[in-house]
């Protein structure tokens, strides 16, 4: 059971992660996560002269209509709220124009894994799979493993944090504070790795 003073310890413990996260980020990266659109927050990066691009430029129509990871040039650039979009041709930033909704990633592309445990955090954008129609990105193979080993669970999962406590707040302060206050099925990146081994184990 957690006393009054150890949760105020927490507490503190988490104001002064977020401020360090931020300082250690710096307030580009702060900005360009957190937009003030319906997308806040996502994982995006300045590049300027843009002030947040989503996944460093990874073109979302791709994924959808080529099946495959490609990388946007802004020649072809749509903007969303307060989001620039990047795409490999004129034909792909059309599609999204006509649709932006539909080609969103999920959980504004930071990693579906992360978001299994209400942290938004990682997401490489050639690291991905399509999931009943929709895109999961992910923080690297070994994360994409982890996830697909009960991929409908997570999938609940990552929805429920991302609802319920990511979507519409800042980034860095969800982060830091499920990173103090874990969730219950919380697993460290060794547990993960391992439990990836052991399935790999079974199989014949």
């Known amino acids: 059971m957690t ?15 977020s401020v360090g996260i931020a300082g250690l980020a710096g307030c580009g990266a702060m900005s360009a996560q957190n937009p003030s659109g319906s997308l806040k927050p996502v994982n995006a990066v300045e590049i300027p002269p843009d002030a947040r691009v989503m996944l460093k430029g990874a073109d979302v129509v ?10 946007g040039n802004p020649a072809f650039k749509s903007t969303y709220e307060g989001v620039a979009f990047w795409f490999s041709s004129a034909d792909h930033k059309a599609q999204f124009d006509q649709s932006p909704q539909q080609y969103l990633p999920q959980f ?8 299994v445990y209400g942290i938004p955090w990682g997401g490489d954008a050639d690291t991905w799979k399509m999931i009943d129609g929709k895109l999961y990105i992910f923080g ?4 994409q493993d982890a996830f697909l080993l009960d991929e409908k669970a997570n ?25 103090v206050f874990r969730v219950p099925h919380y697993k460290s990146g060794e547990e993960l790795d391992r439990a990836v081994a052991e399935a790999r184990a079974r199989k014949p």
């Open 3 to 17: 006393t009054p003073a150890q949760a105020l310890r927490r507490a503190l413990t988490i104001t002064t992660l």
């Open 62 to 71: 791709a994924y959808f209509v080529e099946g495959q990871f490609q990388q």
């Open 108 to 115: 504004g592309g930071y990693c579906a894994n992360g978001l």
């Open 140 to 143: 690297g193979q070994g994360s």
């Open 155 to 179: 999938v609940a999962l990552a929805q429920k944090y991302w609802n319920e406590e990511a979507k519409g707040n800042n980034s860095f302060v969800q982060r830091a504070r499920r990173m």
